[in-house]
């Protein structure tokens, strides 16, 4: 769902079923690359609550959608079908996955899932987000042992809470997900995967579990290793084969050997040999070693990796032998060092290894683990990290090199060639909405001029890190604009009312790296905050930083009027400041700050109270022309919140 200070476009739209109308936008509106918008859901079109992409959908008063029935293309993860509403089916697979992304009202989805006899099957659920209910009444997933609706039930689960891994007793379970018709939620996500009495890797010292029926195995041990379990060592023997398996590699000389490991196992050696001349193998005998992958995580999130240590767990029995009773308890015999660790190929790390998660920035919020370490069984512990704009420290704010996903870079055309040394980089705006840019009047207008530039003289570039485009090849969106909406009271001489909405031709692509910005939560919101962040991009480029300068950003102290139109006064330049202006002096002792903001066509952010998000207060608008940035000096910013009315309505 949007948050409620970020709406998207309204348009009046029919249900496809009923034909009604219903005043609202479904997410299903195509645009030039054929995306639609996931974000809205409205109260009278559910059936396309799970779209994503269509292949027609314009919406039009003469859309031909009613008639050829052409239908979304791309549903949501676990829908399918021409509305997006079909869901569920037979699953005959050793492991795999599970996931209801959303969900409209009324939903039911049924699943089976089948393995070979004579394993059984383990369902993890590893998110959950339905309606809570003490009894699940309302929507919930119900899981039974067995492939019909009529087998016995395992056990139903709703709310948010993860649940208990599921184990069924043959080769089969029925998964059923039924949703009522009020409130919808995020939906769930579960893997399944056969399961045996090796399933548990009951084999020690990277033995073979042999299955031999789903209750009984045997393990098949690597050479100087001998029990049950392999758990005996013996001396002075030589492993020369490991885990690992060979084939031959289709296309080459026989005497070519390629090794692989089975999931869960990493190679330690080298993967390819080759039977040399003098009747020995080239490189190190393969070994297969239990490890984990890395977690992939995006740009935004900073970690750490830590070499392996077994947990500490204090348990009682542990206390006892770590007293000195239990030192007599214990048998004497030889110490043994560290063992020595296989060298691992680039991705994988062995068991027990620990991995730190922060956000780059102190303004991000992070999600998921902080600390994930690497299980025996092959899988990372915690939940998947991430990290998003958020509200931060709560104590003094700090400026931070991190990129900040609604800011928009403006670029003006200075010749008549489409060229890219056409664009000149002039100011920076806040992205509010998939098609809106919000931007200081005087960016988008000629100098001392009320009337609007055309619109094809102004592009927006936003997923914009680096000042040059060539410095970054991924995340870049060059924007073309449709039209420029200046405020009726834009005053060029004294610059009242310094505000206007870009209306943009391409619909931006939501991601990481792109995201919308906030309003103020009313209509001319007082400004309570002592400070906050302006960051933007100056328009002469830092001839020091070359090809690695970013955006500016930097900490500001919020004044009142008086004190800044008398600065303004004793320094010769008498203004008039309004009540659509704010003030603020920059205060650079917080390091690192690199933004001076008169020189800056930056924006103004501050931190929401209640709802822990950014919200944009300020547009730079004037500031002393000087040469230098005096810290002292005030720059005068346009209030944002007293046009909040005047926005939204350009963004319908």
Not at 68 to 85: H, I, L, N, Q, V
Not at 372 to 380: A, F
Not at 552 to 572: F, I, K, M, S
Request: glycine share 8%; net charge neutral; with cysteine.
């Amino acid at each position: 769902m949007c948050r409620g200070c970020c709406e998207y476009d309204v348009i009046r739209c029919k249900c496809p079923l009923q034909g009604t109308p219903v005043g609202y936008s479904v997410p299903c509106c195509r645009n030039a690359i054929n995306e639609c918008d996931p974000c809205i859901i409205h109260p009278g079109c559910s059936i396309f609550e799970n779209c994503k992409r269509c292949n027609n959908g314009t919406w039009g008063p003469r859309d031909d959608f009613f008639i050829t029935g052409k239908y979304c293309a791309e549903c949501r993860p676990g829908w399918s079908g021409g509305d997006c509403m079909k869901c569920g089916g037979v699953i005959h697979k050793r492991q795999g996955h599970l996931v209801l992304e959303s969900y409209p009202n009324n939903a039911r989805c049924e699943w089976t899932i089948q393995v070979d006899r004579p394993f059984t099957i383990e369902l993890r659920f590893m998110m959950m987000s339905l309606e809570f209910h003490q009894s699940c009444r309302y929507d919930f997933v119900e899981v039974r042992d067995g492939d019909s609706i009529d087998s016995r039930v395992i056990a139903r689960f709703c709310g948010n809470n993860r649940p208990t891994p599921v184990q069924s007793s043959g080769p089969s379970l029925h998964i059923l997900f039924v949703s009522d018709g009020y409130k919808n939620f995020d939906g769930f996500f579960a893997t399944f995967q056969e399961s045996s009495a090796c399933s548990s890797s009951p084999c020690l010292h990277d033995g073979t579990c042999v299955l031999e029926s789903s209750y009984t195995y045997h393990c098949a041990c690597l050479a100087g290793y001998t029990g049950k379990r392999c758990e005996h060592e013996e001396r002075n023997t030589e492993n020369p084969s490991g885990r690992s398996k060979d084939k031959l590699v289709p296309g080459l000389e026989p005497e070519t050997v390629e090794f692989f490991c089975n999931h869960s196992y990493a190679i330690s050696g080298n993967a390819r040999r080759t039977c040399l001349p003098n009747g020995t193998w080239s490189g190190k005998h393969p070994l297969c070693v239990r490890a984990c992958r890395e977690p992939k995580v995006s740009e935004l999130v900073r970690q750490r990796v830590l070499p392996p240590q077994t947990p500490s767990r204090k348990t009682p029995v542990h206390k006892l032998y770590s007293s000195g009773l239990g030192r007599l308890l214990q048998s004497a015999g030889p110490t043994r060092g560290p063992p020595v660790l296989s060298q691992l190929p680039q991705g994988f790390h062995h068991l027990y290894s620990h991995i730190e998660y922060e956000c780059a920035s102190p303004f991000y919020h992070h999600s998921g683990s902080s600390r994930r370490t690497c299980l025996k069984t092959g899988k990372w512990s915690g939940r998947h990290v991430s990290c998003s704009p958020g509200e931060g420290s709560k104590e003094l704010l700090r400026p931070t090199e991190a990129h900040w996903p609604w800011l928009a870079a403006i670029y003006r055309r200075t010749g008549s060639h489409n060229r890219t040394t056409d664009w000149q980089l002039v100011c920076s705006g806040a992205l509010v909405n998939q098609k809106r840019v919000v931007v200081a009047a005087h960016c988008v207008t000629e100098l001392e001029k009320v009337y609007p530039l055309d619109a094809a003289k102004i592009k927006v570039v936003v997923g914009k890190q680096y000042r040059d485009d060539h410095r970054e090849s991924k995340g870049l969106q060059h924007l073309r604009v449709a039209s420029i909406a200046v405020h009726p009271n834009y005053d060029p001489h004294i610059l009242d009312s310094d505000m206007a909405v870009v209306k943009l031709l391409d619909k931006a692509r939501i991601g990481e790296k792109v995201l919308p910005l906030c309003l103020s939560d009313s209509q001319g919101e007082e400004v309570t905050n002592e400070q906050g962040l302006v960051t933007g991009w100056s328009p002469l480029p830092d001839s020091s930083l070359g090809p690695d300068e970013k955006a500016r950003v930097g900490l500001v102290h919020l004044a009142d009027v008086v004190p800044c139109e008398r600065q303004y006064a004793r320094n010769d330049v008498p203004v008039s400041v309004t009540d659509n202006m704010l003030c603020a002096s920059h205060k650079p002792d917080y390091e690192p700050s690199n933004i001076c903001p008169s020189d800056t066509g930056g924006i103004l952010v501050l931190p929401g109270e209640s709802k822990g998000l950014w919200r944009l207060m300020g547009l730079v608008s004037f500031g002393y022309d000087q040469g230098e940035c005096n810290p002292d000096l005030y720059t005068v910013y346009t209030r944002v919140a007293n046009f909040k009315d005047w926005i939204e309505s350009n963004m319908k």
